[in-house]
């Protein structure tokens, strides 16, 4: 049997597609059993997090095992299989532990370096094993999956190179504002009351936040939450909890929303957010009124130029602007970077030619002349302009008010909320567009190392592991092969005294344990690498070996072990 992993991510598959395949906890457990029912699997278990779908499976056959968890993870996440294929990626033996262990890490995370991975992961074991369908390969491979992640945030700074999700929304939130200035004071509702909603709530507290509300259609769990907030000696914050249905009205009050349900349809509405801020207190001053946004700074003309708006009297003759229009326009400049936006190449030369004829009153014209030349000039080295439009200037929007962080998956807040004046909104597709520019620790690198050691151990385990049967079953046939001799041997010699009788027992018990002991541990050496696996074919080969014999005392090792590790995870 051999591990196989058939998942797709936040790296291989967009947000629209994570979210419809996103899957409910009852989806989970059916997957699982689907999973383990079918042939080519014996074990499975599901990593399924707001950015991963990952289907884990013991199988006997790899193309067979593909087809399988593919087809299988298509039905239960309502994605056509057609669809879903291109999205997804396979590991296999050494490629899947690897890939688990650096999900463990942090390494694979939307934020790297995140540690609440490793509760995820503890999650997906416990469910595998109240279900029954993690045997000894998977229990084994998460177990130290729990470990090598521990040792990875423990060893290195890896820690310093990510943070939880919760936290990198904030910050995208805050815009550039340390967190804990832009936090403070405010209020807060937090509509779950889960793991990742329990982690937003008390993340909130302790940057600062005067108030949580925590909303969730269990009241028991949301007090609860609120409970630990209020009696927790080293927050700051009012903390209480409401039912559903008040959420619209929390929703005129609150400054920050954050969102995590497992809900399959839209919890916020752009409508309901419309309708709050519309209801509730008046937002910020609008921003930068007077002026138009620029890609070269607020104000800024080509060639690094400040932009001024249109004076004195003006020829329009060969100016391919209309000026009647332009003319009122504040911070509107006939110099300027919108003015020969979308232009064609012949219009920008006729345009910089008549700058140079020095047809515009304003000081210093002739010195940005050159600016809008090689604009014209790039213009013409493209061949064409993509798009064509009047210049005109963006109009000023207020400064946001209302602040929603959106971290579930299939999304609980109406994407459209980001088209209402005074909202921003935050998601895992934002989150996820903002954490490819975020800065790699050098820590990683050394996360990256113990991984690749850790892969190295498990493989030589597993293989060792896998040739113990086989051993086993060989001592269990030379110790029968021992007891018959003594037997016959006692036939022979009837009057064979019991001291003399141990003695010889002893003495062939000792030249077979002799004569098989560096064999056993040999094998046992080359098993554990690379290619190793065919030892335990020749070892029963060149002995004999009965395989029902060796598969039973692989089933009383597999008993013991389900056992004990059953118990929980690490």
């Given at each position: 049997?051999?591990?196989?992993?058939?998942?797709?991510?936040?790296?291989?598959?967009?947000?629209?597609?994570?979210?419809?395949?996103?899957?409910?906890?009852?989806?989970?457990?059916?997957?699982?059993?689907?999973?383990?029912?079918a042939e080519p699997a014996a074990e499975a278990a599901v990593l399924a997090t707001c950015n991963r779908i990952e289907l884990y499976?013991?199988?006997?056959?790899?193309?067979?095992?593909?087809?399988?968890?593919?087809?299988?993870?298509?039905?239960?996440?309502?994605?056509?299989?057609?669809?879903?294929?291109?999205?997804?990626y396979v590991h296999y033996e050494d490629r899947a532990v690897h890939h688990l262990f650096s999900v463990a890490c942090g390494l694979?995370?939307?934020?790297?370096?995140?540690?609440?991975?490793?509760?995820?992961?503890?999650?997906?074991?416990?469910?595998?094993?109240?279900?029954?369908?993690?045997?000894?390969?998977?229990?084994?491979?998460?177990?130290?999956?729990?470990?090598?992640?521990?040792?990875?945030?423990?060893?290195?700074?890896?820690?310093?190179?990510?943070?939880?999700?919760?936290?990198?929304?904030?910050?995208?939130?805050?815009?550039?504002?340390?967190?804990?200035?832009?936090?403070?004071?405010?209020?807060?509702?937090?509509?779950?009351?889960?793991?990742?909603?329990?982690?937003?709530?008390?993340?909130?507290?302790?940057?600062?936040?005067?108030?949580?509300?925590?909303?969730?259609?269990?009241?028991?769990?949301?007090?609860?939450?609120?409970?630990?907030?209020?009696?927790?000696?080293?927050?700051?914050?009012?903390?209480?909890?409401?039912?559903?249905?008040?959420?619209?009205?929390?929703?005129?009050?609150?400054?920050?929303?954050?969102?995590?349900?497992?809900?399959?349809?839209?919890?916020?509405?752009?409508?309901?957010?419309?309708?709050?801020?519309?209801?509730?207190?008046?937002?910020?001053?609008?921003?930068?009124?007077?002026?138009?946004?620029?890609?070269?700074?607020?104000?800024?003309?080509?060639?690094?130029?400040?932009?001024?708006?249109?004076?004195?009297?003006?020829?329009?003759?060969?100016?391919?602007?209309?000026?009647?229009?332009?003319?009122?326009?504040?911070?509107?400049?006939?110099?300027?970077?919108?003015?020969?936006?979308?232009?064609?190449?012949?219009?920008?030369?006729?345009?910089?030619?008549?700058?140079?004829?020095?047809?515009?009153?304003?000081?210093?014209?002739?010195?940005?002349?050159?600016?809008?030349?090689?604009?014209?000039?790039?213009?013409?080295?493209?061949?064409?302009?993509?798009?064509?439009?009047?210049?005109?200037?963006?109009?000023?929007?207020?400064?946001?008010?209302?602040?929603?962080?959106?971290?579930?998956?299939?999304?609980?807040?109406?994407?459209?909320?980001?088209?209402?004046?005074?909202?921003?909104?935050?998601?895992?597709?934002?989150?996820?567009?903002?954490?490819?520019?975020?800065?790699?620790?050098?820590?990683?690198?050394?996360?990256?190392?113990?991984?690749?050691?850790?892969?190295?151990?498990?493989?030589?385990?597993?293989?060792?592991?896998?040739?113990?049967?086989?051993?086993?079953?060989?001592?269990?046939?030379?110790?029968?092969?021992v007891a018959g001799e003594i037997a016959r041997l006692e036939g022979r010699l009837p009057g064979l005294d019991d001291k003399h009788?141990?003695?010889?027992?002893?003495?062939?018990?000792?030249?077979?344990?002799?004569?098989?002991?560096?064999?056993?541990?040999?094998?046992?050496?080359?098993?554990?690498?690379?290619?190793?696996?065919?030892?335990?074919?020749?070892?029963?080969?060149?002995?004999?070996?009965?395989?029902?014999?060796?598969?039973?005392?692989?089933?009383?090792?597999?008993?013991?072990?389900?056992?004990?590790?059953?118990?929980?995870?690490?």
């Amino acid at each position: 049997m051999s591990l196989l992993v058939v998942g797709l991510s936040h790296r291989s598959a967009p947000v629209s597609v994570l979210e419809r395949a996103a899957l409910s906890a009852d989806a989970q457990v059916k997957l699982l059993q689907d999973t383990v029912a079918a042939e080519p699997a014996a074990e499975a278990a599901v990593l399924a997090t707001c950015n991963r779908i990952e289907l884990y499976a013991d199988v006997d056959k790899f193309h067979a095992g593909v087809a399988e968890l593919s087809t299988l993870l298509a039905q239960h996440s309502g994605v056509g299989l057609d669809e879903l294929t291109p999205y997804l990626y396979v590991h296999y033996e050494d490629r899947a532990v690897h890939h688990l262990f650096s999900v463990a890490c942090g390494l694979d995370s939307m934020v790297v370096g995140e540690g609440q991975i490793l509760g995820q992961i503890k999650d997906s074991l416990a469910k595998a094993q109240d279900l029954h369908t993690a045997g000894r390969l998977l229990n084994d491979l998460f177990q130290q999956a729990l470990r090598v992640g521990k040792r990875a945030h423990s060893e290195t700074g890896i820690d310093r190179a990510g943070q939880s999700l919760v936290t990198f929304g904030l910050e995208q939130l805050a815009s550039g504002t340390a967190v804990d200035a832009w936090a403070s004071g405010k209020k807060a509702l937090v509509i779950g009351a889960g793991s990742m909603s329990s982690l937003a709530a008390a993340t909130l507290a302790r940057v600062g936040v005067g108030e949580i509300v925590i909303a969730n259609r269990t009241s028991d769990r949301a007090e609860r939450l609120a409970e630990i907030l209020n009696d927790a000696d080293d927050l700051d914050v009012v903390a209480r909890a409401v039912p559903m249905d008040a959420v619209p009205g929390e929703l005129t009050r609150a400054d920050v929303v954050v969102s995590c349900t497992g809900a399959t349809g839209l919890v916020l509405t752009a409508s309901e957010v419309a309708e709050a801020v519309a209801a509730g207190p008046v937002v910020g001053p609008p921003a930068g009124v007077g002026e138009v946004p620029s890609r070269f700074g607020s104000g800024a003309a080509p060639g690094g130029t400040t932009a001024r708006s249109l004076s004195g009297a003006v020829d329009d003759e060969n100016c391919p602007l209309d000026l009647n229009a332009v003319q009122a326009t504040a911070g509107f400049s006939v110099l300027g970077e919108a003015a020969v936006a979308g232009m064609a190449a012949t219009e920008l030369e006729q345009h910089a030619a008549w700058v140079d004829n020095g047809m515009v009153r304003i000081p210093g014209a002739a010195d940005e002349a050159d600016a809008i030349a090689a604009l014209a000039a790039a213009a013409a080295a493209a061949g064409r302009i993509p798009e064509r439009r009047r210049p005109e200037p963006v109009a000023p929007q207020p400064a946001p008010g209302l602040f929603l962080l959106d971290l579930a998956m299939p999304r609980d807040i109406d994407a459209a909320v980001h088209r209402i004046p005074g909202v921003r909104l935050v998601d895992i597709e934002s989150l996820a567009d903002a954490s490819a520019d975020a800065p790699m620790a050098a820590d990683v690198d050394q996360v990256r190392r113990i991984v690749a050691d850790e892969v190295a151990a498990f493989g030589a385990a597993l293989r060792a592991a896998h040739i113990t049967p086989t051993v086993v079953a060989l001592r269990t046939m030379a110790a029968d092969v021992v007891a018959g001799e003594i037997a016959r041997l006692e036939g022979r010699l009837p009057g064979l005294d019991d001291k003399h009788r141990s003695e010889i027992t002893q003495t062939v018990k000792r030249v077979v344990d002799k004569l098989l002991h560096a064999p056993t541990v040999r094998v046992k050496q080359l098993a554990a690498e690379p290619g190793g696996a065919g030892y335990a074919d020749a070892l029963r080969t060149l002995f004999d070996l009965d395989q029902e014999t060796v598969d039973a005392v692989s089933r009383a090792e597999d008993s013991t072990e389900k056992n004990s590790k059953n118990r929980g995870p690490a």
